[in-house]
């Protein structure tokens, strides 16, 4: 079973940076894959940025170069820092996380999400 708990979610004016940060607790597996998605109301939820058990990241066009993915294995904690705000990315941001399965990840656990809201 996995508990993800994101926080730092707010309002910041466009050009700002927020902190997201995903507390994470489960049980350690080898392999794994944990990531952030966001949701805007009408639109499909995307997801931003992944972080998999070797350390290797991958990014969504629409936030490469803005937002960094960043994992804290000894506080068990995921983050994403996001510079260079837009309108455009406000959301409910959600950490998402489960194991590898045949080097693909099912991202069957996740949290409650946080607000971010640019002006």
């Known amino acids: 079973h996995v508990q993800l708990v994101e926080s730092g979610g707010g309002s910041v004016q466009a050009g700002g940076s927020l902190r997201l940060s995903c507390a994470v607790a489960?049980?350690?597996?080898?392999?794994?894959?944990i990531a952030w998605f966001r949701q805007a109301p009408g639109k499909e939820r995307e997801r931003l940025a992944t972080?998999?058990?070797?350390?290797?990241?991958s990014y969504a066009d629409s936030v490469k170069g803005r937002f960094t993915i960043s994992k804290d294995n000894a506080l068990n904690t995921l983050y994403l820092q996001m510079n260079s705000l837009k309108p455009e990315d406000t959301a409910r941001y959600y950490c998402?996380?489960?194991?590898?399965?045949?080097?693909?990840?099912?991202?069957?656990?996740w949290g409650q999400g946080t607000q971010v809201t640019v002006s």
């Open positions: 998402s996380a489960d194991r590898l399965l045949n080097s693909k990840c099912p991202f069957g656990y």
């Open positions: 489960a049980r350690a597996y080898i392999r794994y894959c």
């Open positions: 972080i998999y058990s070797d350390g290797l990241t």
